[in-house]
Protein backbone atom coordinates (compact mmCIF):
# COMPACT_ATOMS: atom_id res chain seq x y z
CA UNK A 1 0.00 0.00 0.00
CA UNK A 2 1.42 3.35 -0.87
CA UNK A 3 0.69 6.34 0.74
CA UNK A 4 -1.55 8.55 -0.74
CA UNK A 5 0.05 11.51 -2.83
CA UNK A 6 1.23 14.73 -0.74
CA UNK A 7 1.12 17.98 -2.10
CA UNK A 8 3.98 20.09 -2.61
CA UNK A 9 5.40 21.90 0.74
CA UNK A 10 5.30 25.46 0.59
CA UNK A 11 9.18 27.15 0.93
CA UNK A 12 10.11 27.75 4.62
CA UNK A 13 7.20 25.57 6.00
CA UNK A 14 8.94 22.18 8.29
CA UNK A 15 6.82 19.52 8.25
CA UNK A 16 6.43 17.32 10.86
CA UNK A 17 7.50 13.57 10.96
CA UNK A 18 4.89 11.70 9.24
CA UNK A 19 3.00 8.97 11.62
CA UNK A 20 1.98 6.20 9.36
CA UNK A 21 -0.09 2.75 9.87
CA UNK A 22 0.97 0.60 7.56
CA UNK A 23 1.29 -2.56 5.88
CA UNK A 24 2.74 -3.07 2.77
CA UNK A 25 3.70 -6.70 1.14
CA UNK A 26 6.58 -8.20 0.96
CA UNK A 27 9.28 -7.57 -1.81
CA UNK A 28 10.64 -10.29 -4.10
CA UNK A 29 13.69 -7.93 -5.16
CA UNK A 30 16.77 -9.33 -3.39
CA UNK A 31 18.49 -7.30 -1.22
CA UNK A 32 20.47 -4.17 -2.56
CA UNK A 33 24.23 -4.16 -2.09
CA UNK A 34 26.41 -1.67 -1.27
CA UNK A 35 30.14 -2.34 -1.90
CA UNK A 36 33.28 -0.50 -1.30
CA UNK A 37 32.72 1.73 -4.07
CA UNK A 38 29.56 2.93 -1.54
CA UNK A 39 31.99 4.97 1.09
CA UNK A 40 29.82 6.14 4.01
CA UNK A 41 30.78 7.52 8.03
CA UNK A 42 29.96 9.98 11.09
CA UNK A 43 31.74 11.97 13.39
CA UNK A 44 31.81 12.23 17.11
CA UNK A 45 31.35 15.50 18.85
CA UNK A 46 27.37 15.30 19.33
CA UNK A 47 25.69 14.45 22.77
CA UNK A 48 23.65 11.20 22.68
CA UNK A 49 20.46 12.73 22.58
CA UNK A 50 21.17 14.37 19.48
CA UNK A 51 22.69 11.77 17.88
CA UNK A 52 21.34 9.62 14.42
CA UNK A 53 20.64 6.70 15.87
CA UNK A 54 19.29 7.99 19.49
CA UNK A 55 16.29 10.46 20.29
CA UNK A 56 12.63 10.57 21.79
CA UNK A 57 12.08 6.97 20.24
CA UNK A 58 14.84 5.24 21.12
CA UNK A 59 13.21 2.12 21.50
CA UNK A 60 12.42 1.75 17.56
CA UNK A 61 15.07 0.67 15.37
CA UNK A 62 15.21 3.48 12.43
CA UNK A 63 14.93 3.70 9.49
CA UNK A 64 16.92 4.95 6.84
CA UNK A 65 16.10 5.36 3.24
CA UNK A 66 19.21 4.11 0.86
CA UNK A 67 19.81 7.15 -1.31
CA UNK A 68 16.07 8.23 -0.71
CA UNK A 69 13.02 7.22 -2.51
CA UNK A 70 13.87 7.06 -5.87
CA UNK A 71 11.43 6.09 -9.12
CA UNK A 72 11.64 7.09 -12.41
CA UNK A 73 11.53 10.76 -12.77
CA UNK A 74 12.83 10.90 -9.35
CA UNK A 75 16.52 10.43 -9.16
CA UNK A 76 18.23 8.36 -6.51
CA UNK A 77 20.48 11.08 -4.44
CA UNK A 78 18.24 13.96 -5.52
CA UNK A 79 16.26 16.57 -3.30
CA UNK A 80 12.88 15.23 -4.59
CA UNK A 81 13.96 11.04 -3.49
CA UNK A 82 14.97 12.30 -0.29
CA UNK A 83 11.44 14.48 -0.03
CA UNK A 84 9.50 11.62 -1.07
CA UNK A 85 11.52 9.07 1.42
CA UNK A 86 10.47 11.38 4.32
CA UNK A 87 7.00 11.67 3.28
CA UNK A 88 6.72 8.30 3.81
CA UNK A 89 8.31 7.97 7.01
CA UNK A 90 11.67 7.67 7.04
CA UNK A 91 13.50 8.58 10.18
CA UNK A 92 16.51 9.75 8.20
CA UNK A 93 18.08 9.19 4.65
CA UNK A 94 21.49 7.65 3.42
CA UNK A 95 23.27 9.66 0.29
CA UNK A 96 26.01 9.35 -1.03
CA UNK A 97 28.41 12.35 -1.69
CA UNK A 98 31.90 13.08 -3.65
CA UNK A 99 34.19 15.97 -4.30
CA UNK A 100 34.36 17.30 -7.99
CA UNK A 101 37.10 18.53 -10.05
CA UNK A 102 35.94 22.36 -9.27
CA UNK A 103 35.67 21.49 -5.45
CA UNK A 104 31.54 20.51 -4.99
CA UNK A 105 30.59 17.89 -2.88
CA UNK A 106 27.50 16.40 -4.87
CA UNK A 107 25.05 13.34 -4.25
CA UNK A 108 26.16 10.75 -6.57
CA UNK A 109 26.80 6.94 -6.27
CA UNK A 110 28.86 6.57 -9.38
CA UNK A 111 32.10 8.19 -9.93
CA UNK A 112 31.29 11.52 -11.89
CA UNK A 113 33.20 10.78 -15.00
CA UNK A 114 31.07 7.72 -15.78
CA UNK A 115 27.60 9.73 -15.77
CA UNK A 116 25.95 10.57 -18.84
CA UNK A 117 24.65 13.98 -20.00
CA UNK A 118 21.63 13.40 -18.70
CA UNK A 119 22.66 11.86 -15.34
CA UNK A 120 25.27 14.86 -14.67
CA UNK A 121 22.20 17.04 -15.25
CA UNK A 122 20.26 15.58 -12.77
CA UNK A 123 22.88 15.30 -9.68
CA UNK A 124 22.01 17.60 -7.10
CA UNK A 125 24.51 19.02 -4.18
CA UNK A 126 25.17 18.23 -1.10
CA UNK A 127 23.51 21.84 -0.20
CA UNK A 128 20.39 21.34 -1.79
CA UNK A 129 20.03 17.91 -0.41
CA UNK A 130 20.16 18.87 3.33
CA UNK A 131 18.08 22.04 2.60
CA UNK A 132 15.43 19.38 1.35
CA UNK A 133 15.75 17.23 4.53
CA UNK A 134 15.59 20.02 6.71
CA UNK A 135 11.60 20.47 5.75
CA UNK A 136 10.66 18.19 7.69
CA UNK A 137 11.99 18.36 11.91
CA UNK A 138 14.11 15.98 13.20
CA UNK A 139 15.65 14.50 10.09
CA UNK A 140 18.58 12.33 10.00
CA UNK A 141 21.44 11.83 7.34
CA UNK A 142 23.40 9.84 6.51
CA UNK A 143 26.52 11.08 4.37
CA UNK A 144 27.98 8.43 3.13
CA UNK A 145 31.77 9.82 1.73
CA UNK A 146 33.24 7.90 -0.79
CA UNK A 147 36.41 6.24 -1.14
CA UNK A 148 38.93 8.55 -2.58
CA UNK A 149 42.41 7.69 -4.12
CA UNK A 150 45.44 9.57 -1.97
CA UNK A 151 45.81 11.67 1.09
CA UNK A 152 45.48 15.01 -0.87
CA UNK A 153 41.77 14.04 -1.95
CA UNK A 154 40.91 13.06 1.15
CA UNK A 155 41.97 15.84 2.75
CA UNK A 156 40.33 18.46 0.18
CA UNK A 157 37.03 16.57 0.43
CA UNK A 158 37.47 16.58 4.14
CA UNK A 159 37.72 20.03 4.20
CA UNK A 160 35.06 20.63 1.93
CA UNK A 161 32.49 18.49 3.82
CA UNK A 162 33.09 20.47 6.78
CA UNK A 163 32.27 23.28 5.20
CA UNK A 164 29.37 22.59 3.95
CA UNK A 165 28.13 20.89 7.19
CA UNK A 166 29.02 24.27 8.62
CA UNK A 167 26.46 26.18 6.76
CA UNK A 168 24.05 24.10 5.48
CA UNK A 169 23.29 21.09 8.12
CA UNK A 170 21.34 23.26 9.85
CA UNK A 171 19.01 21.00 12.22
CA UNK A 172 19.80 17.63 10.60
CA UNK A 173 21.16 14.86 12.58
CA UNK A 174 24.58 14.01 10.49
CA UNK A 175 26.58 11.01 10.76
CA UNK A 176 29.07 10.87 8.05
CA UNK A 177 30.34 7.00 7.47
CA UNK A 178 32.66 5.37 4.80
CA UNK A 179 34.36 2.54 3.79
CA UNK A 180 37.63 4.25 3.49
CA UNK A 181 39.21 4.71 6.74
CA UNK A 182 41.90 7.29 5.45
CA UNK A 183 39.03 9.61 4.09
CA UNK A 184 36.95 9.06 7.47
CA UNK A 185 39.59 9.79 10.16
CA UNK A 186 40.38 13.06 7.48
CA UNK A 187 36.96 14.18 7.89
CA UNK A 188 36.76 13.24 11.42
CA UNK A 189 39.84 15.74 12.41
CA UNK A 190 38.06 18.53 10.02
CA UNK A 191 34.61 18.03 11.56
CA UNK A 192 35.92 17.94 15.51
CA UNK A 193 34.29 21.33 16.07
CA UNK A 194 31.22 19.96 14.52
CA UNK A 195 28.07 18.08 15.84
CA UNK A 196 28.88 15.58 13.33
CA UNK A 197 29.32 11.57 14.33
CA UNK A 198 31.30 9.09 12.25
CA UNK A 199 30.62 5.61 11.11
CA UNK A 200 33.02 3.46 9.58
CA UNK A 201 31.01 1.13 7.39
CA UNK A 202 31.58 -2.94 6.48
CA UNK A 203 32.27 -4.29 3.09
CA UNK A 204 30.70 -7.86 2.71
CA UNK A 205 33.44 -9.26 2.15
CA UNK A 206 35.26 -7.88 5.43
CA UNK A 207 35.31 -9.55 9.06
CA UNK A 208 32.33 -7.18 10.91
CA UNK A 209 34.33 -8.64 13.92
CA UNK A 210 37.62 -7.06 12.48
CA UNK A 211 34.94 -3.69 10.75
CA UNK A 212 33.79 -3.34 14.81
CA UNK A 213 37.46 -3.80 16.07
CA UNK A 214 38.80 -1.19 13.24
CA UNK A 215 35.83 1.32 13.97
CA UNK A 216 36.55 1.59 17.92
CA UNK A 217 40.21 1.98 17.17
CA UNK A 218 39.76 5.31 14.91
CA UNK A 219 37.54 6.36 17.85
CA UNK A 220 33.77 6.35 16.04
CA UNK A 221 30.49 6.72 16.56
CA UNK A 222 29.47 4.31 15.16
CA UNK A 223 29.42 1.02 12.73
CA UNK A 224 27.65 0.02 9.20
CA UNK A 225 27.61 -3.37 8.84
CA UNK A 226 26.28 -5.21 6.23
CA UNK A 227 23.22 -7.57 7.11
CA UNK A 228 25.13 -10.71 5.40
CA UNK A 229 27.84 -10.61 7.59
CA UNK A 230 25.90 -10.40 11.12
CA UNK A 231 23.75 -13.07 10.07
CA UNK A 232 27.16 -14.88 10.05
CA UNK A 233 28.27 -13.28 13.37
CA UNK A 234 24.87 -11.92 15.53
CA UNK A 235 27.03 -11.20 18.82
CA UNK A 236 28.73 -8.39 16.70
CA UNK A 237 26.17 -5.59 17.59
CA UNK A 238 26.37 -6.53 21.39
CA UNK A 239 30.28 -6.35 20.86
CA UNK A 240 29.98 -2.86 19.02
CA UNK A 241 27.18 -1.49 22.09
CA UNK A 242 29.74 -2.72 24.65
CA UNK A 243 32.34 -0.36 22.79
CA UNK A 244 29.97 2.15 23.08
CA UNK A 245 28.56 2.46 19.07
CA UNK A 246 25.80 2.15 17.69
CA UNK A 247 25.26 -0.29 14.62
CA UNK A 248 23.06 0.08 11.26
CA UNK A 249 22.92 -2.66 9.22
CA UNK A 250 22.53 -2.51 5.35
CA UNK A 251 20.77 -3.25 3.19
CA UNK A 252 17.60 -4.58 4.85
CA UNK A 253 14.46 -4.64 2.93
CA UNK A 254 12.56 -8.16 3.29
CA UNK A 255 9.93 -8.39 6.55
CA UNK A 256 12.26 -11.35 7.48
CA UNK A 257 15.08 -9.68 7.76
CA UNK A 258 13.38 -6.66 9.56
CA UNK A 259 12.68 -8.54 12.42
CA UNK A 260 15.45 -10.43 12.47
CA UNK A 261 17.54 -7.10 13.17
CA UNK A 262 15.06 -5.72 15.19
CA UNK A 263 15.02 -8.75 17.36
CA UNK A 264 19.23 -8.84 17.43
CA UNK A 265 18.70 -5.08 18.84
CA UNK A 266 20.57 -3.11 15.72
CA UNK A 267 19.93 0.98 15.81
CA UNK A 268 19.08 1.22 12.26
CA UNK A 269 18.82 -0.34 9.33
CA UNK A 270 19.29 1.17 5.61
CA UNK A 271 16.54 -0.02 3.31
CA UNK A 272 15.68 0.58 -0.24
CA UNK A 273 11.65 0.12 0.92
CA UNK A 274 10.86 2.46 3.25
CA UNK A 275 7.22 1.59 3.75
CA UNK A 276 7.39 -2.15 4.21
CA UNK A 277 10.38 -1.20 7.05
CA UNK A 278 8.30 1.58 8.96
CA UNK A 279 5.34 -1.03 9.33
CA UNK A 280 7.77 -3.89 10.06
CA UNK A 281 9.63 -2.11 12.93
CA UNK A 282 6.89 -0.08 14.01
CA UNK A 283 5.26 -3.17 15.94
CA UNK A 284 8.52 -4.96 16.42
CA UNK A 285 8.86 -5.28 20.72
CA UNK A 286 12.88 -5.01 21.22
CA UNK A 287 14.56 -7.18 23.57
CA UNK A 288 15.22 -4.06 26.22
CA UNK A 289 11.47 -3.59 26.65
CA UNK A 290 10.95 -7.58 26.95
CA UNK A 291 13.14 -7.57 29.05
CA UNK A 292 11.90 -4.67 31.32
Not at 173 to 191: K, W
Request: aromatic share 2%; net charge negative; glycine share 6%.
Amino acid sequence: MRCPTTPAVPAGITLPRPILFLTDPPRDADEATMDQSNGFGRQVAAELDDTLLSGSEGDRVRVLAHRGSPAPGRPENSAAAVTEALLQGADGVEIDVRLTAEGTLVCSHDPIDRLDAAGRASIATLAEVLAAAQRFSGTRVVVEAKPVAGADLAARTAHALAEVLRTAAGSAAITVSSFDPVLLAAIRAACADLPVRTALLGDKTDSVEDVVRRAAEGGHDEVHLPLVGVRRLPQVVERAHSLGMAVALWTVNRRPALQWVAELGADAVITDDVLTAWSELDRVVLPELIAA
